[in-house]
């Protein structure tokens, strides 16, 4: 193990924990945990997929099934009732967050920093915007 390895993982946890706070802090199912797991496990995977193809081997194999399975994982929050669709930004966010995950072990820092950024952004400008366009009495999908 060394600091190649051990600061994309730390990145990835700092990053989903950014991003699993702000849910958490608004009472969203997937919270603080969910986003630290699901951001550190794709960072995991993307650095085993590097390890196990060497230098100038296939990387992309690994990194392609984190997408499809965490696709499933954000299905899973989405829920439909009568009233309408509940968890989609729930279901965006994870799959944000593996991809923020996949740019720490690919030793994409920048880029997974930008993305929490923006995305924290995005997420501060959506709830305000909603409290502009809902009554309290509206369910929101969020």
Known sequence: MSWEQIVPLLLAAGLGGLIGLERQLHDKPAGLR??????????????????????????????AQVVTGIGFLGAGAIIREPKGVHGLTTAATIWL???????????????????????????LIARWTDKLGHSEEEPQDT
């Open 97 to 123: 967050v593996a991809s923020i995950g996949v740019a720490c072990g690919a030793g994409l820092y920048g880029l997974a920093i930008a993305a929490t950024i923006i995305c924290g952004g995005v997420l």
């Open 34 to 63: 969910t986003n630290i797991l699901i951001c550190l496990g794709a960072a995991v995977f993307t650095l085993v997929s590097k390890l196990m193809a060497g230098e100038n081997g296939e990387t992309t194999r690994i990194t």
